[in-house]
């Protein structure tokens, strides 16, 4: 048995994480955050104590990258080496460092790998896997594959919605800098051929989980 695979890309602030969490949620299926497995290793290798500017140097901490997700969308955990890292791979020092390790291509080959092997041990009926490159990557042969786009201004209003501590100006200074750093290595702005773009600039959150359903239930 295969699980009916469910690929959502998109920018920071689009909001695919929270969508991406609760459809899994009414479909019965598993969820697969994969931008959290760049975080958890971004915040393995500076714990190694590696210069995370030094490629060579994080590719040899690879070896020692002991990774537990949570699928189940009301049980969603990260692990590294035992330690649960969920809120610490949120901080604003680990999201700044993130580009420098996710843009390595041994790092990538890496995680592609243990994505797909999540993807294969699911034990619910599908599972709905996000990132920036899963739809053209990490699952391009999956029956649903979805860009989850919104305006500049409205990610950014919604993402400052959710960072509190800095002004609503350095949220929209970061999340534009990560997306451009982001974009060099993997083009998650553009619906690669076959992918369904859902912009969720005028739709609510409920609509937007809706929408998602939606496509899933038309492309199982
Ligand atoms: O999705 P999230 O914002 O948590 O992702 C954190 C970082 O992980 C991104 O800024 C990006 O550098 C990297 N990432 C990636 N490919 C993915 C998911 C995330 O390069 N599929």
Redesign the pocket.
């Known amino acids: 048995f295969a699980p009916v695979v469910v690929a959502v890309d998109g920018p ?1 602030g689009s909001g695919k ?1 929270s969508v991406s969490r609760a459809a899994a949620r009414a479909l019965g299926f598993a969820y697969q ?4 497995a ?2 958890a290793f971004a915040l393995h290798a500076a714990d190694s104590g590696v210069d995370l500017t030094d490629p060579v140097a994080v590719i040899g901490t690879l070896g020692t990258f002991e990774y537990e997700i949570g699928t189940d969308p009301d049980d969603h955990y990260v692990r590294v080496g035992g330690r649960d890292v969920t809120d610490e791979i949120r901080t604003p020092r680990v999201t700044a460092s ?2 420098n390790v ?1 843009k390595i291509p041994e790092v990538r080959a890496y995680l592609v790998d243990l994505f797909r092997q999540v993807i294969a041990s699911t034990r619910r009926p599908g599972i709905v896997t996000e ?4 739809t053209t990557v ?1 699952a391009p042969e999956a029956p649903a594959r979805i860009l989850l786009t919104a305006s500049e201004e409205a990610r950014m209003a919604r993402r400052s919605a959710e960072v509190t501590g800095q002004s609503a100006e350095e949220t929209a200074r970061q999340l534009a800098h ?1 997306d451009q750093q ?1 974009s060099k ?2 083009d998650f702005m553009t619906a690669a051929d076959g992918v369904t773009t859902l912009d969720s600039t005028d739709l609510d959150f409920d609509q937007t989980v809706s929408a998602v359903v939606e496509l899933v239930r038309q492309a199982a």
């Open positions: 920071a994480s955050d994969t931008g959290a760049y975080r993130v580009a996710s990132g920036r490159d899963i990490v990560r982001d290595v993997v």
